[in-house]
């Protein structure tokens, strides 16, 4: 039997890299998707719709604004609508905008925790909910980052979101365990996608000979440790944070 055969998960950022390779795994290993994203594309509708009879699961595109509460609601009455039990959320979707401290522009760290902080967390609020009247408990997984855990110049919102982030899951660890709800996070390191697409050459090759590995990580083994955390392979495992990042600092 595949590690998620009759689970169903919530994965936000579908539309690209961690979040697409993400849903593609999760539907070849046996599970149910709702499939969240910001904006429906030809592309994105094609490849769930492949996707479905390929793996012969369930894959329901979402799309709703982070931004955006009512959004968010809306989203959430729509995946409650189709009375299908949730067993598993993960939170990918994020932003990133980049700058020195003294340049940080307020405006841009509203939006940045908008995003990858208020937003996840009601959405969490929201999707939990769903699992604890299932009543079978689940898994609730965060996407931080490296910069989340050891700062980065040039990354205060960034950095400082993620690191939010990781205080909130444990602190949900701690409140849902009796429920049978485990919540971890995940902190990524050098990832090759799109976020680094405009990212001088010099500047890459240098990140990757800090790296105990000395390459970038791919998508789908970020992803690979994501449906660990969803299955019951990591039944025992709640309130940690699990860094993927090649070998950063050793």
Known sequence: MKPLTEKTAVITGCLQGIGRAAMDMFAKNGANVFACSLKKTEEFENHI???????????????????????????VKEIQKAKIPI???????????????????????RSTYQVNVFAQILFSQYIVKLMLRHGKGGSVIFTSSISGLEGRAGQLAYASSKAAIVAAAKTMA????????RVNTIAPGFIDTDMYKDVPKETIENKIKRTALKRMGQPEEIASVLMFLASERSSHITGQVIRIDGGKGI
């Open 49 to 75: 719709e492949e996707l479905k009879k390929e793996c012969g699961v369930e894959i329901i595109p979402v799309y709703f604004d982070m931004m955006d509460d009512e959004s968010i609601k809306s989203a």
């Open 174 to 181: 701690a409140e849902l365990g009796t429920s049978k709800i």
């Open 87 to 109: 067993d598993a959320l993960v939170n990918i979707a994020g932003m990133d905008k980049d700058a020195l401290f003294q340049m940080v522009k307020m405006d841009d760290l």
